[in-house]
């Protein structure tokens, strides 16, 4: 699947945090730096998301902001 | 200001192309790797951005996707 | 790739209106119905969508709301 | 109350799973295919849903993605 | 209709820029403040928006963020 | 910090519901009227927010909708 998203990040999963709906994921980026996502708990099934696993963090355009000290 | 969305890349403006309303900025991050934003053209102006600028790419964390290959 | 959005609809593309950095894609979806996307005019050259091509609307879960009459 | 938001797709509730501050529901389309949505436990509340409810999935044409296999 | 979306501000239509595809509505809220919305041109037309027409400004939860100074 | 979302509403914390990812804040806007963010517990742990706290709501412009009665 090729999707419009054009941000598409390499990186691993450092930390998995469960909650009852929702779970967060925690990115180590391979440039450096971290993204944290905020996902279902069943989609953290659904991909099988593990400490150290590959990922991509993805993020649509328009929910990227822009900010200068 | 100090804000909840937990994910704050730095990086430097790499281009910009304004649109009627919007704009679409393209972040190199310091740590490898693009973001595109899409944000309005009168943040642009507030912003005073500009390529070469420094810059932080920022995002909320409910808007982060996770993919693996 | 495997994306954490789990709200992934078939459709063909119906219409596309290109602006300067936005583009507006109506999404004929395959149950009937229709999606509006709006992204970036560069997603559409990279995706080659034209009308009539296969596509999936992608959502992720916590941007959808919930209405009654 | 007339919405902005054009995407309103017509169903029935499939499935709530509730946590303490969101909930995730899950609406089958008239259509065919299924949404999920991640709204919070006082929104579910507040529209009194229930497994089997006629709601609308109601997504802003800025979230919406588009996907090629 | 009734939205899951508990954030709907009412107040008035101040100025509409309209682009090609998008179009920029700052809405002058009743309490004080302004909000600036980015909807499709489409959805200006459907709403018949025009500068003084009563508004509410509608934000789902998850797309609010916090800060501090 | 200086950001590109343009809408930017003070106010005081009014309450807060903390679950196990995710956190529901409501706040009370100066103008009148309330704002509820859903946000990470991480974001309130790290704002130190709590009840009576002077805050900002933040909303990026692509987020905000417009309803008409």
Same mark, same amino acid.
Do not use: H
């Given at each position: 699947?090729?999707?419009?998203?054009?941000?598409?990040?390499?990186?691993?999963? +450092?930390?998995?945090?469960?909650?009852? #709906?929702?779970?967060?994921?925690?990115?180590?980026?391979?440039?450096?730096?971290?993204?944290?996502?905020?996902?279902?708990?069943?989609?953290?099934?659904?991909?099988?998301?593990?400490?150290? +696993?590959?990922?991509?963090? #993805?993020?649509?355009?328009?929910? #990227?902001?822009?900010?200068?000290?």
């Amino acid at each position: 699947m090729k999707l419009s998203a054009r941000n598409q990040l390499p990186g691993k999963v +450092k930390a998995i945090d469960v909650g009852v #709906v929702t779970a967060e994921v925690v990115i180590a980026l391979d440039g450096g730096g971290e993204l944290t996502a905020v996902i279902t708990k069943k989609s953290v099934e659904n991909l099988g998301l593990t400490v150290g +696993k590959k990922v991509y963090a #993805v993020v649509k355009s328009t929910e #990227v902001m822009v900010a200068i000290d």
